[in-house]
């Protein structure tokens, strides 16, 4: 872990994990704190305006700023049109109905990690800010495995990350091998690994990771022969088999993913069985179909047996609804209607497989020739889209996206860009070399390179 460090602007907190830390400069258009100057403000008639319209109000405004604006124009919004416009106004600062119903609705928080609801909105907008700056701590995860991992799978590829995951606490990283290894995050401690349960193997990978599903308190993972594995993450349960695959009948897992309430897996190798879709609370497989990697049918087989070119992606949303493509076509389609296709599309240049990705409201869908393009989650409307250099010539170019903001890395390089606009923002003075597996989420950003190093940036608000 690196403990050199150099700053310029931000502050230091107590609780921060060692490690180097950049500061970028002032950030515009709303990076800062929730305060700002005035300049145009709502003036209130003679006379008392009840609470609950000021509230609405206030909250109207925040909205149509982050529509129009992005979502930290919202605050802005609010300190110029609204707190600022006399001391009676000021006092729906106070209303927690206001911070809740904000925050669900501009940063998609679910659950409230912090004190107060205002407190929750303040750290999602300065966190943000931070993406935008930038400003972050650099650290870095060791995972070279020990003796018992080489002994457990006789291969000399067991060691290449295959899967990144991230929760508030922790990250996890799966293997070619099968295992996945968890490390907590306030502490860059390596908390346990976890091994797929043996079993006549069809296949060199067969055990490969394919996916992960990752919480503070629970981890589910499968592997490329459509077993899935979950373990309450309390270091006394034992991982326990969820689900046996049946690699003959439905090819090969390509990809995992899902939430507590959909697990969905994308399979290659049997025509009709794309899409696997299991009940996450029950466990139930509750649905079986889909041609979407009906052409990949031969490539899911080379799946089992060689490290080969990611085959297709697939990602759930909080819409109950999920996002797929492989290099040929992106599709969304209804998790609670199995089989309905809310949005589909092919792309004439291909996608790049690597560098799809998709969150609650935002996909990320990136042509032959490097072009990205920013869609909705929801239906695959396009929102913006920006080259991005050197990606078409770079076989392992890799991306992912959170609310705000698309990484990519290509070349040794990790870029940003904001996803609202399409603006190129920066690239990390990070070089990490090869890189295997990437993913951001509102906080962090994780990547895994080929030299036995997981690097994290951490941008939250300190």
């Given at each position: 872990m690196s403990t050199s460090s150099s700053s310029s602007s931000s502050s230091s907190s107590s609780e921060e994990a060692p490690g180097r830390r950049r500061d970028g400069g002032g950030g515009g258009?709303?990076?800062?704190?929730?305060?700002?100057?005035?300049?145009r403000r709502i003036r209130p008639s003679n006379g008392v305006w009840p609470e609950p319209f000021v509230e609405a109000l206030a909250f109207q405004v925040a909205i149509d700023a982050y529509l129009s604006d992005g979502r930290l124009a919202a605050a802005q919004a609010l300190v110029e049109h609204i707190f600022q416009v006399c001391s009676t106004w000021l006092m729906i600062s106070r209303s927690e109905l206001l911070w809740q119903n904000l925050a669900r609705r501009i940063w998609n928080v679910r659950s409230l990690e912090r004190g107060t609801w205002r407190e929750e909105y303040i750290y999602r907008h300065r966190t943000a800010?931070?993406?935008?700056?930038?400003?972050?701590?650099?650290?870095?995860?060791?995972?070279?495995?020990?003796?018992?991992?080489?002994?457990?799978?006789?291969?000399?590829?067991?060691?290449?990350c295959r899967r990144l995951a991230l929760?508030?606490?922790?990250?996890?990283?799966?293997?070619?091998?099968?295992?996945?290894?968890?490390?907590?995050?306030?502490?860059?401690?390596?908390?346990?690994?976890?091994?797929?349960?043996?079993?006549?193997?069809?296949?060199?990978?067969?055990?490969?990771?394919?996916?992960?599903?990752?919480?503070?308190?629970?981890?589910?993972?499968?592997?490329?022969?459509?077993?899935?594995?979950?373990?309450?993450?309390?270091?006394i349960t034992p991982l326990r088999r969820a689900h046996l695959g049946d690699v003959v009948n439905d090819g090969a897992l390509v990809d995992f993913a899902g939430s507590s309430q959909w697990w969905v897996?994308?399979?290659?190798?049997?025509?009709?069985?794309?899409?696997?879709?299991?009940?996450?609370?029950?466990?139930?497989?509750?649905f079986?179909?889909?041609?979407?990697?009906?052409?990949?049918?031969?490539?899911g087989w080379h799946l089992l047996t060689e490290l080969t070119d990611l085959i297709g992606r697939v990602r759930v949303t909080c819409h109950e609804s999920a996002v797929a493509c492989t290099n040929l076509r992106v599709i969304v389609f209804d998790l609670r209607n199995q089989g309905v296709i809310l949005g589909e599309e092919e792309i004439r240049r291909g996608i790049m497989v690597g560098m799809f990705d998709a969150n609650d409201e935002s996909a990320m869908v990136v042509d032959g020739r490097g072009v990205a393009s920013i869609r909705r989650a929801e239906n695959l409307d396009e929102v913006c889209r920006f080259p991005v250099r050197g990606a078409a010539q770079h076989r392992g170019a890799l991306g992912s996206v959170n609310g705000g903001y698309a990484v990519v890395f290509v070349g040794g390089v990790?870029?940003?860009?904001?996803?609202?606009?399409?603006?190129?923002?920066?690239?990390?003075?990070?070089?990490?070399g090869e890189c295997d597996a990437l993913i951001v989420d509102e906080r962090y950003v994780a990547a895994s390179s080929g030299d036995g190093i997981i690097h994290v940036w951490d941008f939250g608000a300190q």
């Open positions: 258009g709303g990076g800062g704190d929730v305060a700002g100057p005035s300049s800010s931070n993406f935008r700056v930038p400003r972050y701590i650099y650290t870095t995860l060791q995972f070279v495995a020990p003796e018992d991992d080489n002994n457990n799978n006789n291969n000399n590829d067991g060691l290449v929760s508030t606490r922790h990250i996890a990283a799966g293997f070619s091998n099968g295992a996945v290894r968890l490390f907590h995050l306030p502490s860059r401690l390596h908390v346990s690994t976890f091994y797929p349960q043996h079993r006549d193997r069809l296949g060199r990978f067969s055990s490969a990771v394919s996916g992960i599903i990752l919480s503070d308190y629970s981890l589910v993972f499968a592997t490329v022969d459509g077993d899935i594995h979950a373990a309450v993450i309390n270091g897996g994308l399979f290659a190798g049997v025509p009709g069985r794309a899409f696997h879709i299991w009940n996450g609370e029950t466990e139930e497989l509750v079986v179909g889909g041609t979407l990697t009906d052409p990949e049918a031969v490539m990790i870029r940003v860009w904001e996803i609202e606009n399409g603006r190129s923002l920066y690239n990390v003075d990070e070089m990490i």
